[in-house]
């Protein structure tokens, strides 16, 4: 039985030997197949890539800082006479005019008073002109009478002041005139009304604290924003009077374009808490695409790079020596080459280190080192 079991070991020992020769016999024939086959297998190794093509273009300089967009002006609209509010002539949210009439108070007190004045003036007119009857009188006896140079002294002294009393009640007129115009609430500017502060049948103050609405410009608008002090020199050019105003754009944190407008005002001091300098910009807002209290970005076309060495931000790539950009050479292997990147807008970088013309990895460059194969999948347009 012993016996049996060492036969059956050997013969598995032997049948595994034999297979062991006929596998190493058949790999030249084999590894000559696979030498015939290299072209192929090159081309199974190449990486896929995305390739972009170093250009030339003209590069607008834009300097962005954070900013909040504020009403051009903003009214509270306050009764200037106390009375009860008659009515209230407005919509919250609506769109006025200047001029457009918002409320009114109660205006019969106040045309009372008018008409009183008036009242008073005209007996006042009526003493003046009898005084001046009796000046004439005396006049002609002042020469004869010495009593009666005493008596013109006292008339003219009278028609004096006679005259000063209707002097005061014109201007009481006046001022019971503003008043009555006062009891009508009218809109100081052109924009759209707020929350509604005062319902009518309420009995409302001269200059009352809250108003009874806020009115807001909405176009134009402006955008107030920072930026750090060392781009001060890019706006010396501009700070004469006779300089053109710079473009300003307000854009989304996507990059979106909102509106476009133009630098208004450059602050005649940096903050020495955060050493920003402070710009303000203006916008038409024609589509009220900005509103008031909203965040934005603003960006300031300070100058215009001609004929820049650009490629797409994502070629640069970082080293330890530095930034570097894989260029695919003629035999579709690529190389790193080190690079200078500079300004960066819109996606595109100005490039130093590579010529217009060539070919660059934009996506892929993971799976990749200098030597490598690629194949491109596809090759984007010149910007």
């Given amino acids: 039985m012993k016996t049996r079991w060492i036969l059956l070991l050997v013969l598995v020992v032997a049948l595994g030997a034999f297979f062991a020769w ?12 696979a030498a015939n086959g290299n072209g192929h297998d090159d081309a199974a190794r190449a990486v896929p890539v995305v390739l972009a093509e170093v250009t030339r273009r003209d590069v607008p300089v834009w300097l962005s800082g954070l ?32 001029g457009d009439v918002l409320a009114r108070i109660d205006p019969r007190p106040y045309r009372a008073t008018l008409e009183q004045v008036l009242a008073k003036k005209a007996q006042n007119e009526a003493l003046l002109a009898n005084a001046r009857l009796d000046l004439t009188r005396v006049r002609a006896l002042v020469e004869s009478d010495a009593e009666s140079r005493r008596l013109l002294e006292q008339q003219e002294a009278t028609v004096s002041q006679l005259i000063a009393i209707l002097q005061a009640d014109q201007a009481a007129i006046d001022a019971a005139r503003l008043d009555l115009d006062f009891t009508t609430l009218r809109a100081p500017i052109a924009g759209r009304t707020g929350v509604r502060l005062l319902d009518a049948g309420n009995i409302v103050t001269a200059n009352q604290g809250a108003g009874l609405v806020v009115i807001t410009q909405l176009q134009p608008v402006s955008v107030l924003f920072t930026l750090p002090q060392q781009y001060l020199d890019e706006f010396s050019a501009h700070l004469r009077p006779d300089s053109p105003e710079l473009l300003t754009q307000a854009v989304t944190d996507d990059g979106r374009v909102l509106a476009e407008g ?10 020495t808490t955060t050493g920003n300098l402070r710009l303000k910009a203006t916008f038409a807002n024609e589509d009220l695409s900005l509103w008031p209290g909203q965040f934005v970005s603003a960006r300031v076309l300070v100058a215009t790079r001609k004929d820049a060495i650009v490629v797409p931000t994502e070629v640069i790539q970082p080293g330890l020596d530095g930034p570097f950009a894989y260029v695919v050479k003629a035999d579709h292997t690529v190389e790193a080459r080190p ?33 490598a194969s690629v194949a491109p999948v596809t090759e984007e347009k010149k910007p």
């Fill in 67 to 98: 900013g909040t967009v504020q009403a051009f002006n903003t009214v509270t609209v306050r009764p200037r006479v106390s009375g009860t509010l008659d009515t209230v002539n407005f919509t919250e949210g609506q769109s006025v005019k200047e």
């Fill in 262 to 271: 133009r630098l208004a005002l450059v602050d005649n001091q940096i903050d």
């Fill in 22 to 33: 006929r596998h190493s016999a058949a790999r030249p024939s084999g590894a000559g197949g």
């Fill in 339 to 371: 690079v200078k990147p500079g300004y960066t807008v819109d996606g595109f970088t100005i490039i130093g280190g590579l010529e217009p013309g060539d070919r660059v990895v934009r996506d892929g460059q993971s799976k990749l080192k200098p030597g």
